[in-house]
């Protein structure tokens, strides 16, 4: 009789212990999960949402908290991102393109 109730103790609490591992917040932001857009000009900016145009042509963006205030930008200037992958683009940081990659 000790040996079912050990046993049951034991998968109880590793059924337990497996739903609150999986219910604690996690990094939604995995490391090396990041890309770099070069030339790129702010065409439109919203909290929420921000529209670049570049080599490739017009980009949308959904962004996150992470994002700095829409007037950081200036207008006609080009810069390169560094940008996390998630539900969201994730910012981490921003660099005014050097003057021979803008005159490509």
Request: with cysteine; net charge positive; aromatic share 12%.
């Amino acid at each position: 009789m000790k040996k079912i109730l050990m046993w049951t103790v034991l998968i109880v609490g590793t059924l337990f212990i497996t739903k609150y591992a999986n219910d604690v917040a996690q990094d939604v932001r995995p490391h090396g999960a990041t890309f770099r857009m070069t030339r790129q000009q702010v065409v439109s900016c919203s909290s929420g949402e921000i529209t670049l145009a570049g080599p490739e042509g017009p980009t949308t963006l959904k962004t996150d908290n992470t994002w700095p205030a829409c007037n950081t930008f200036e207008s006609n200037t080009y810069y390169d991102l560094w940008l996390a992958r998630g539900g969201k683009t994730g910012f981490i940081s921003v660099e005014k393109s050097p003057w021979w990659r803008t005159k490509m």
